[in-house]
Nanobody, 122 residues
Framework: QMQLKESGGGSAQTGGSLRLSCAAS????????MGWFRQAPGKEREGVAR????????RYPSFVKGRFTISRDNAKNTLYLDMNSLKPEETAMYYC???????????????WGQGTQVTVSS
């Protein structure tokens, strides 16, 4: 079974940048999709990026496209999320997740990490 652990959260100012990392361990199937999600207080969890097993295909929702970049180093079993031009409304707990299908954020979220807090101040 896959285990996931996020790191790299913290504080940033509006317009700033942060890099999140997610270390994966345990059984990793060759076709595992990986993704990043976030949940702000009082709001539903939403997907912000996902990446195919090979790392060659990525998907972003419009509200982060061009500012967030997801990547993975399969040799290190590590997933990354580079976040630029951060906004205060992006303050949330950020989670990495893994799944067995790249087709949707839902199918890319079978296993979850514990989350890392990101706070963006104005």
């Amino acid at each position: 079974q896959m285990q996931l652990k996020e790191s790299g959260g913290g504080s940033a100012q509006t317009g700033g940048s942060l890099r999140l990392s997610c270390a994966a361990s345990g059984f990793l199937a060759p076709n595992d999709c990986m993704g990043w999600f976030r949940q702000a207080p009082g709001k539903e969890r939403e997907g912000v990026a996902r990446i195919s097993a090979s790392g060659k295909v990525t998907r972003y929702p419009s509200f982060v496209k061009g500012r967030f970049t997801i990547s993975r180093d399969n040799a290190k079993n590590t997933l990354y999320l580079d976040m630029n031009s951060l906004k205060p409304e992006e303050t949330a707990m950020y989670y990495c997740a893994g799944g067995h299908s790249f087709g949707s954020f839902e199918s890319c979220s079978t296993t979850w990490g514990q989350g890392t807090q990101v706070t963006v101040s104005s």
